[in-house]
């Protein structure tokens, strides 16, 4: 047969096992000494041993009654861990954010130390997929989406402008000066870069541009937009890029614009996705205010 010992006797043993003093674990547990009294002696006859030794003026913990706290103390300080580690979750509250892996390095992540930095409490939980997000099924917060506008079945706010434009490195461009806004075409001369997820970016623009006899599925093919960016950068190259997402490596001269045409996908952007009823939530609300001036924060 098991044995339950209540709760509040295995407080009151607990605390004047620890400070051997009926009347000083009263004042600790806000009791009278005779209620703590009760429950030790509830306690010893539910356990049938005893676990103090009572003198005129003192009380000690018998052997068993020594071994016996022991084991309590530990359980006792096992659910105030516990305890504490359930205030500290419930305290720093964990956002769940998708977005794509190329959107995440290139443009997320360099920024994301600033609203840590300005939100400790809150936590950014990041993960990347290139499948649209389903909120009824899924525990994500809220994703970053490349769509024209979603559905007014959520809320969402458009993020940065979509731009295309061919980058390359400078040594590349140094290497290939017939690469320049009088001799387009001169790009059926060298490799072009493409990424698996973006195929028809080349035949975009190249048709924008009035850009004719170059093919526009010729050259490397990479299986994100991160490695043609990099391959750019290492000088394989000239890769197709969203603008927005080489700014960083443009400014510090990574990488170069051979050519000065900038062709807008329009609302065919980046949109911060989510419940609508996210909105209501202060930590949420924190982070997309954050994210919208940390962007164009354009609806």
């Not at 994301?112 to 389903?134: G, K, W, Y």
């Not at 927005?244 to 609302?267: A, C, M, Q, Y």
Request: net charge negative; hydrophobic share 40%; aromatic share 8%.
């Amino acid at each position: 047969m098991r044995i339950l010992p209540s709760l509040n006797a295995l407080r009151a043993f607990e605390v004047v096992g620890r400070l051997l003093s009926v009347q000083l674990a009263a004042d600790e547990l806000n009791v009278t000494p005779a209620a703590v009294s009760r429950h030790i002696k509830l306690l010893e006859d539910q356990l049938g041993v005893a676990l103090f030794d009572r003198g005129h003026r003192s009380i000690s913990l018998t052997p068993v009654g020594h071994r016996y706290l022991t084991d309590i103390a530990r359980a006792f300080e096992s659910m105030t861990v516990a305890t504490i580690n359930l205030v500290e979750t419930r305290r720093r509250r964990t956002l769940k954010i998708r977005s794509y892996t190329t959107f995440s390095m290139n443009w997320l992540l360099p920024r994301l130390s600033t609203f840590h930095q300005e939100n400790p409490d809150i936590e950014v939980s990041l993960t990347t997929s290139v499948q649209a997000v389903d909120f009824n099924a899924e525990d994500v917060d809220a994703a970053i989406r490349l769509s024209h506008a979603p559905s007014s079945d959520v809320g969402f706010d458009r993020l940065v402008p979509n731009e295309l434009t061919p980058v390359c490195s400078p040594e590349f461009a140094q290497a290939h000066p017939e690469l320049n806004d009088e001799t387009p075409d001169s790009l059926n001369k060298v490799p072009l870069l493409h990424s698996l997820a973006r195929r028809d970016d080349w035949a975009k623009w190249l048709d924008a541009a009035g850009v004719h006899g170059v093919n526009p599925l010729g050259g490397l093919s990479y299986e994100s937009s991160i490695l043609a960016y990099d391959a750019a950068a290492r000088g394989h190259g000239v890769a197709m890029a969203q603008q927005v997402l080489v700014s960083d490596e443009l400014e510090k001269g990574k990488l170069v614009r051979p050519f000065s045409f900038i062709l807008s996908e329009g609302s065919f952007t980046y949109y911060l996705i989510y419940p609508k009823s996210h909105l209501l939530n202060a930590e949420f609300s924190l982070f997309r205010t954050w994210l919208l001036s940390t962007g164009c924060g354009e609806s």
